[in-house]
């Protein structure tokens, strides 16, 4: 349990959904040890439908307050709401684009201190070049940005370019890099899920957690399968989503859907992850993906994308493979099938670099840029 370290503040936590995804995540993450530390926490969501993260947010702290919005993700009445909402608070803390927007717009009303985290190394509305001008605006509303790793907030510096770039200026130097989290003991030491031990026959399992999004490429893992043994492998999906359906149509027209298992949205992700053999990311882009340091924190080798988000954390410990190469995929699950050492090796070096993201690193950094903002005289721009 962690220990109050400063005075306590109230701090509302804004996100579009509690769907699963690594955002959710680090709200509900944020949410539960933030209130164990003495802060009064509570969580505002744009689509109020109810999700297991939101049961599990409720579990975990049933003091917290949940305030649904609506049941989308845009409409306009959501910065009224969000105007009367926010004077509550001292910190008001955004996720995701949407809650960006509408919060620095309703924060007008009030003097609350803003904080917001960037997820994504890129998105859809960076290639709007009409929108940099909002944007601009928008991120100098903001008391802090927080990026959730290097590159994203390299990325986000460039995308704003002219004077985002200059140090002279007071919002360069409210950017900084929290790096994500994970419970990596709770992980480390989890038991295997039996249900899943028992679906194996003696197969290798290969395992990637993630939801069925754009930005995912669940395809490239089932590509690979076709290329394996499959008396030997077979590949686990955990996750839901929008593309679902067309990656089973894939597994299906490529004779693989013997092969693949897809598990559902699982809330057992540490033992599903001590379940599987081998842990894969296969993504176009991430930020710094939750997946990513929980599959390392699983003592299993894990192989990724060589994409912006996965290689920060992944080179020199994990495993890279060439984005969207199937064959070098693989490739290199065979050889850790073949040679036990060399799958010992990885992994082992996979657990000792997921130790660098301990969850209890990213809440004290949290905490103190929050503290920071509470204690800072300075209005927003």
């Not at 689509?47 to 409720?58: A, F």
């Not at 036990?340 to 990213?362: P, V, W």
């Amino acid at each position: 349990k962690q220990e109050k370290n400063s005075e306590q503040m109230k701090i509302l936590q804004v996100i579009t959904s509690l769907e699963q995804g690594g955002a959710e995540v680090i709200v509900v993450n944020l949410a539960t040890r933030l209130r164990r530390m003495g802060h009064e926490v509570d969580v505002c969501v744009f689509n109020g439908k109810e999700t297991p993260l939101m049961k599990q947010l409720r579990s975990n702290v049933p003091e917290a307050k949940i305030y649904k919005l609506g049941t989308g993700y845009y409409h306009p009445c959501y910065v009224f709401k969000l105007a009367k909402l926010m004077r509550r608070y001292d910190i008001v803390h955004t996720h995701n684009s949407s809650p960006q927007l509408f919060v620095a717009i309703a924060g007008l009303t009030n003097h609350v201190k803003l904080v917001t985290t960037e997820h994504n190394t890129s998105n859809r509305k960076r290639q709007w070049k009409w929108y940099r001008f909002i944007e601009s605006w928008m991120y100098r509303r903001y008391d802090h940005i927080i990026c959730i790793s290097k590159v994203a907030e390299d990325k986000l510096r460039e995308y704003m370019g002219g004077d985002w770039l200059n140090q002279k200026t007071a919002v360069y130097h409210r950017m900084t890099t929290i790096n994500n989290g994970v419970d990596v003991e709770t992980i480390h030491q989890a038991r295997p899920a039996s249900d899943l031990i028992e679906l194996k026959q003696g197969r290798k399992a290969i395992l990637m957690v993630a939801a069925f999004r754009k930005q995912k490429d669940q395809d490239t893992l089932v590509k690979a399968m076709t290329l394996l043994d499959k008396s030997k492998f077979e590949v686990w999906f955990a996750g839901t989503g929008e593309r679902l359906d067309s990656v089973r149509q894939l597994a299906v027209s490529l004779g693989v859907e013997k092969n693949i298992r897809f598990l559902g949205l699982r809330t057992d992700v540490p033992q599903v992850l001590k379940a599987a053999d081998m842990i894969v990311m296969s993504s176009h882009w991430e930020g710094l993906s939750l997946s990513n340091v929980e599959g390392m924190s699983a003592g299993r080798p894990f192989i990724a994308s060589n994409v912006n988000g996965l290689k920060e954390v992944t080179e020199g410990y994990g495993i890279l493979f060439p984005h969207e190469d199937a064959g070098a995929l693989a490739k290199e699950i065979m050889h850790l099938e073949q040679e036990a050492t060399y799958s010992d090796q990885i992994a082992r070096r996979c657990y000792e670099r997921a130790l660098a993201f301990d969850i209890n690193k990213m809440m004290n950094a949290y905490e103190k840029v929050y503290q920071n903002s509470f204690d800072s005289k300075q209005p927003t721009i």
